[in-house]
């Protein structure tokens, strides 16, 4: 099993940047591909990035292709994920998952996750 934490979310205006990390628990991470996904209210979960666990494959979703770069530590045991140019419509709370070996877009397919991070752009 791993266990995840989120962190670096907060209040950014339209335009910034920040950088979210996730740390994991155990000494398999990795075995694992991580991924990101945000939740707005009153919206489904969605994917926004993932990294396969050897770090040589990454995808995104087409609305934060250009601005969002996920990247993974492994003597860290740290995912990140760097935003910039961030919008009012990134604001959501954003989740850190995982799953072993191969990267994947879809929620139901990472059985571990993170309790969140809120990031809130204003305009």
């Known amino acids: 099993q791993v266990q995840l934490v989120e962190s670096g979310g907060g209040l950014v205006q339209a335009g910034g940047s920040l950088r979210l990390s996730c740390a994991a628990s155990?000494?398999?991470?990795?075995?694992?591909?991580m991924g990101w996904f945000r939740q707005a209210p009153g919206k489904e979960r969605e994917f926004v990035a993932a990294?396969?666990?050897?770090?040589?494959?990454?995808i995104s979703a087409d609305s934060v292709k250009g601005r969002f770069t996920i990247s993974r530590d492994n003597a860290k045991n740290t995912v990140y994920l760097r935003m910039n140019s961030l919008k009012p419509e990134d604001t959501a709370v954003y989740y850190c998952?995982?799953?072993?070996?191969?990267?994947?877009?879809?929620?139901?397919?990472?059985?571990?996750w993170g309790q969140g991070t809120q990031v809130t752009v204003s305009s």
């Open positions: 990294i396969s666990w050897t770090g040589s494959a990454t």
């Open positions: 998952a995982a799953r072993l070996r191969h990267l994947a877009v879809v929620a139901d397919e990472y059985p571990y």
């Open positions: 155990g000494r398999t991470f990795t075995s694992y591909a």
